[in-house]
């Protein structure tokens, strides 16, 4: 590939074009590969559920789906830093969608990172205000909070 050609395809892409586009992969065809990657999930094999998650971020990585559904996978694995990365890409695409905030609220806290693990709980309650349908999210959130609260008490 060219220079000129690469930064074409790069420009493209920094722009929000993707892999799925410029093939013009049908929906169709990656709804299928996502349905497969669930019931691999739903069986526990976060391995294999894992690696489709990521071709389908691959094809198409303005999918808030894909992106959502790696980050919990790889949050599954006990790969924090990767669920994080894939989870905070899930939370710019849907930006009013509490969840990707929440369960990035878990991973900074397996982690160790309770400034950011408070960060993004407290993140998550401000995108469950006045949506009643969030209301068992927001109580993980202040859940998550209160064991960081807790947590604190015991040290000091």
């Not at 669930?38 to 391995?47: G, P, S, W």
């Not at 849907?94 to 993004?120: F, I, M, Q, R």
Request: some cysteine; hydrophobic content about 40%.
């Amino acid at each position: 590939m060219k220079q000129q050609e690469f930064e074409v395809l790069e420009h493209f892409l920094q722009r929000g074009g993707s892999l799925r586009m410029l093939n013009d992969v049908e929906q169709t065809e990656l709804n299928v590969l996502y349905q497969y990657a669930l019931k691999l999930m739903a069986c526990r094999d976060h391995e294999g559920a894992k690696r489709l998650f990521y071709l389908l971020m691959r094809i198409d990585h303005w999918n808030y789906d894909y992106c959502f559904s790696l980050g919990i996978c790889c949050q599954q694995l006990h790969e924090h830093e990767e669920a994080i990365y894939c989870l905070a890409r899930a939370g710019m695409i849907k930006v009013d969608n509490p969840l990707p905030a929440y369960h990035a609220g878990l991973s900074y806290l397996a982690l160790g990172n309770k400034e950011y693990a408070t960060k993004s709980f407290n993140a998550s309650l401000r995108w469950c205000q006045g949506h009643p349908e969030n209301d068992d999210i927001a109580v993980s959130a202040q859940q998550g909070l209160a064991a960081l609260t807790k947590e604190d008490c015991h040290v000091n």
